[in-house]
Each structure stands twice: as structure tokens, then as C-alpha cells.
């Protein structure tokens, strides 16, 4: 028997995979879960029946959501992760020596747990051994609301601006942000396919600029989201993501990183003429 998944990227357009078994589907508080896999890209998380990341290319988003930034902050001691529950984000942190603590907060207790279970290669820095590592299963707009000044960087990795990440898309959620951050804080949030969703694109950055003096966005490729041309916003109080890149500390760093480079890092901020027009001011 042949089994087919498909997440449809538009009405008449989408991406279909096949699929050999279900480890797990069930549904939590807030959303639909399922872990499968699949013959082509591994084991495969979907939230209400959207692929969140595969084994096989998670690589490429958890690279550039995190090192970019990492790399620009010059001391980037306090990392706090909204969203993320596959882990896949706090792995990539931790690889860099700098970070003393990072802070996972995540709406959704079952994405951790079931994550934990079926996803080890990305869930393994949040099993509760590592104690440069924190857990908290809450609202991401609930936590920072008690958090002001405290962070280096913060990293949004949300789902879709459907469900239980509508808020992580407002311009009030960005004030929270901004104010959870110290002085020279940067954030970082995923923005979706520049290809599909332009209107979503042109509202996020609005209201990224209401807020933060400093906002770019860079790309990266990732074949399993729709157009697999994918974009992330960075917003920053005082970094500039090119001209304060520490490129000897990328150049040297000890980690392997199948995506992320340092030349790689300069590139993904030149964006294709369509990419700008989205975003512009
Ligand atoms: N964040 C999900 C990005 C959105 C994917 N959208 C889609 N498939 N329609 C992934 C979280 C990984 N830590």
C-alpha cells in the first residue's frame, strides 16, 4: 500500500511525500500533532498538518536562525528561544561557547515531549541534562511580559501566523520583545516564504519597524517549506547584521555546519528584487 502525505503551499499547489509508518499523532491543548515517516526525508513533524521539519533538511533552518545572529552579537551570553520544541534551535545554541544560558519556551508540552521520543537528533539538549538549558512549557507572550532587559538575543521560531502563532506576528508582541531585551539586544523570527507570502511579509516587517531601529532579511533555502525559499527577519537595537558580523570568530568556529559559512552569512542579505519589494519601507 502506498501512503502519500500532502501539505498543500496554495490552493492548487503543493508537496507531496512518502510516508511508511505514524509514531505518533494525536492532539494537545492547542494543536494537531503528527511525527511520520518518510522514505525521502526522515522522520517528519507536522503541526495541524504543516511540516515543521524533517530530519534530513532541518539543518539548513536551525543553522540560519540561529548562527547569524550569534555570530553578530559580540557577546551573546543570554539566548531565549519562543517556540521550538523540536529542540532543533537550542542544539545549534549550544554550540557556542559564549552562550552561558539558553531559555526554551515553548506553548506546547507535547511538541517537547514527543519530540524528546522521536526526534532525538534535534531534541537532545532539551531532555532536562544540560544545565546551560532551561524549559518552560508557557505562552510565549505570558513569558516575556515578566522578562525586561534580560536577553542578548531572542529567537521566535514559530509556526505559521495560523493558530497559536498569531500573537508572535503583532507588533505588540515585538514591544515585549524589544523590551525583554538589553540595550543591544537582536532578534531573530522566521518570516515565512517570500515567494508565497507576500501580504504576511509586508504586515511583519511593518510592524517590526514600528519597533526596532534596525530590521533586515535574510534567506535560506529549505526544500520542504513551501517554494523552499524561506526568509528570516533580523531586528536589532544596535548590531548591524553585516557591518558588526564578527567574521573571524564565524571563520574559526569550532562546529561543523552543513549550511551555515561564513561567506554564506554575507550572501543570504542580498535578496532578489521581488524579496525587497515585500519589505519595503
Ligand atoms: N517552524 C516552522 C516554519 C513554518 C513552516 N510552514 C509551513 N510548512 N507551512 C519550524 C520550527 C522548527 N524548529
Known amino acids: 500500500m502506498d501512503l502519500w502525505y500532502t501539505e498543500?503551499?496554495?490552493?492548487?499547489?503543493?508537496?507531496?511525500?512518502?510516508?511508511?509508518?505514524?509514531?505518533?499523532?494525536?492532539?494537545?491543548?492547542?494543536?494537531?500533532?503528527?511525527?511520520?515517516?518518510?522514505?525521502?526525508?526522515?522522520?517528519?513533524?507536522?503541526?495541524?498538518?504543516?511540516?515543521?521539519?524533517?530530519?534530513?533538511d532541518e539543518f539548513i533552518y536551525h543553522d540560519m536562525i540561529v548562527h547569524p545572529a550569534l555570530f553578530t552579537h559580540p557577546k551573546p551570553k543570554k539566548v531565549l528561544v519562543i517556540g521550538g520544541g523540536d529542540g532543533g534551535s537550542?542544539?545549534?545554541?549550544?554550540?557556542?561557547?559564549?552562550v552561558e544560558l539558553a531559555v526554551l519556551c515553548e506553548i506546547d508540552g507535547l511538541v517537547i515531549e514527543k519530540s524528546i521520543e522521536f526526534l532525538p537528533s534535534m531534541a537532545a539538549e532539551i531532555d532536562g541534562t544540560n544545565p546551560r538549558?532551561?524549559?518552560?512549557?508557557?505562552?510565549?507572550?505570558?513569558?516575556?511580559?515578566?522578562?525586561?532587559?534580560?536577553?542578548?538575543?531572542?529567537?521566535?521560531?514559530?509556526?505559521d501566523p495560523i493558530g497559536p502563532a498569531v500573537g508572535l506576528f503583532e507588533e505588540g508582541f515585538y514591544r515585549l520583545?524589544?523590551?525583554?531585551?538589553?540595550?543591544?539586544?537582536?532578534?531573530?523570527?522566521?518570516?515565512?516564504?517570500?515567494?508565497?507570502?507576500?501580504?504576511?511579509?509586508?504586515?511583519?516587517?511593518?510592524?517590526?519597524?514600528?519597533?526596532?531601529?534596525?530590521?533586515?532579511?535574510?534567506?535560506?533555502?529549505?526544500?520542504?517549506?513551501p517554494s523552499g525559499f524561506w526568509s528570516f527577519a533580523f531586528a536589532s537595537k544596535t548590531y548591524h547584521p553585516i557591518t558588526n558580523f564578527d567574521h573571524d570568530r564565524a571563520a574559526k568556529r569550532k562546529f561543523h555546519s552543513r549550511y551555515y559559512n561564513e561567506d554564506l552569512h554575507l550572501g543570504a542579505f542580498m535578496l532578489p528584487t521581488f524579496a525587497r519589494e515585500n519589505i519595503a519601507k
Do not use: C, W
Not at 491543548?29 to 511525527?35: C, G, K, M, S
Not at 537550542?90 to 559564549?98: G, L, T
Open 133 to 159: 538549558v532551561k524549559l518552560h512549557v508557557d505562552d510565549g507572550l505570558a513569558y516575556i511580559r515578566d522578562h525586561q532587559n534580560e536577553f542578548d538575543v531572542i529567537l521566535v521560531d514559530s509556526t
Open 90 to 98: 537550542i542544539r545549534e545554541i549550544m554550540k557556542h561557547p559564549e
Open 177 to 225: 520583545v524589544f523590551s525583554a531585551l538589553k540595550d543591544d539586544g537582536i532578534m531573530i523570527a522566521q518570516s515565512e516564504s517570500p515567494f508565497y507570502h507576500a501580504a504576511i511579509q509586508k504586515k511583519m516587517y511593518q510592524n517590526l519597524r514600528e519597533v526596532f531601529p534596525l530590521v533586515e532579511m535574510y534567506q535560506a533555502f529549505i526544500p520542504t517549506y
Open 8 to 56: 498543500k503551499h496554495s490552493e492548487n499547489v503543493g508537496i507531496t511525500m512518502k510516508t511508511t509508518k505514524t509514531l505518533f499523532s494525536g492532539k494537545s491543548e492547542f494543536q494537531q500533532l503528527d511525527i511520520v515517516e518518510t522514505l525521502e526525508f526522515g522522520r517528519m513533524m507536522l503541526l495541524d498538518g504543516l511540516v515543521m521539519v524533517t530530519e534530513r
